[in-house]
Each structure stands twice: as C-alpha cells, then as structure tokens.
C-alpha cells in the first residue's frame, strides 16, 4: 500500500464547477499537508499549507484535512480554464515529504 | 514565496556525454535542496537530498556515480548526469526547504533528452 493514494484523474469539469481533489494517506506521523499545483513542463507551485485538521481558505481555494480519516481535500470554487493543471497533494511528519501521483484536471470553456 | 531557478530550463546532448544541471536559491539561502525526477504524466521521484557542505543522501535505487550532487554553497546545487543515455531522459526538478514550516518551494524545471 502506498503512503499516499491520489487518483490521477483526469477530471474534466465545465467552466465554473466546483472541483474537489482528494487524498488519502497511511502513515499516522504525517502532520503537515500541502497541495502544489503544476502546470504542463513547469515545477510544482505550493498553492496551499495546512498543519491541522479542518478548513483553510485562499481565495477561491479550501483545503480541508481530517486526520481522524487520514483524508485531504483541495476544492477549488468558481473554476476557471487557467485552473487546468496537475495538482499534487504532499505530506510531512519529519524531513521527508511524500507526494501523491497527481491528478489532472481540465477545465474546459 | 522563495523564489528557486534551474539552468538550464532544457538541454538535448548526445548519448555518452555530461550534463550539468544548476539549482539556485534567489532570494534565501537553502541548507537543504531536493532533486526529483518526474517522466510523463508521473509523479514527482525523489532522487536525492543535497546537503550543503556534505555528501548528498541518494534514495534506494539511484545511482550516486551516475547523478552527481554538488551542494557547495547555501545557495546553489548541481545535479551532473554522467554518461547519459535515452533512458536519462526526463524532467528533473530541484526544491528547497524556506518559509516558516520548511515548505518545499521548487524550480521550474529542467527537460533534458538524451539523443
């Protein structure tokens, strides 16, 4: 079993949807939680940190962590086409971080 | 956030030959810096945790006389593939650990293809 499972899409939504990507993990040490979002042949983007469980907002972004289920969620309101990317969740408990598979999201006009 | 360049952003060699890959950290000095590997539509593969003024820590099944890290000063790393071949070929990502929890901020990317 992976440390962390991530499906890697793709999912395709219409303009303005509202997208939720998810992961899930294994390792109970895990206490940071990050979502990267990456753009074709370009380096991951930190978009999003949280150490706790519950909501955080940016914007049109929420990240949501629920330690007791070991599961995150990214959503993303409001959708747009220049959201079309990979977006990969990442965990840490120490020094090393662990990356899901990335899911692909399209967003179509 | 921290900003991290890679140089270059894409190289073509030919079989046989070195490749030079350069991480920096413009505007933070990075103790620890990552190299990943990434093929299409893959995740992100850990190759190697670059320390700077000592041997970089190179995960299981990576060879360490092939991926040559360099981690000589707080702000730069370099990654050299030796004798590369087709198999080579890939996207390679550098990051550095900054920001108030030690996030992971990476660098563009670099593409390299091996003829």
């Known amino acids: 079993q992976k440390e962390v499972e991530q499906d890697p899409g793709p999912l395709s939504v219409p303009e303005g949807a509202i997208v939720s990507l998810n992961c899930t993990y294994s390792n109970s040490a895990f206490q940071y939680f990050m979502w990267y979002r990456q753009y074709s042949r370009k380096g991951p983007e930190l978009l999003m940190y949280?150490?706790?469980?519950g909501n955080k907002e940016d914007g049109r972004f929420t990240a949501q962590v629920d330690k007791s289920s070991k599961y995150i969620s990214l959503f993303i309101r409001d959708s747009q086409p220049s959201d079309s990317a990979t977006y990969l969740c990442?965990?840490?408990?120490?020094?090393?971080?662990?990356f899901g598979a990335g899911t692909r999201l399209f967003v179509k006009a | 956030g921290a900003v991290v360049s890679q140089h270059p952003s894409w190289v073509i060699c030919k079989s046989g030959t070195s490749v030079k890959i350069e991480c920096r950290s413009l505007?933070?000095?990075?103790?620890?810096m990552f190299w990943y590997r990434q093929f299409p539509k893959q995740s992100l593969m850990l190759m190697a945790t670059s320390n700077e003024g000592s041997k970089a820590t190179y995960e299981q099944g990576v060879e360490k006389d092939k991926f040559l890290i360099n981690h000589a000063s707080l702000t730069l790393s370099t990654l050299t593939v030796t004798s590369a071949h087709p198999e080579d070929s890939s996207f390679y990502i550098c990051?550095?650990?900054?920001?108030?929890?030690?996030?992971?901020?990476f660098g563009p990317g670099t593409r390299l293809t091996v003829l």
């Open positions: 990051s550095c650990l900054a920001g108030d929890y030690n996030e992971q901020f």
């Open positions: 990442a965990m840490t408990g120490g020094f090393k971080t662990i």
């Open positions: 949280t150490y706790s469980s």
């Open positions: 505007d933070f000095q990075a103790t620890t």
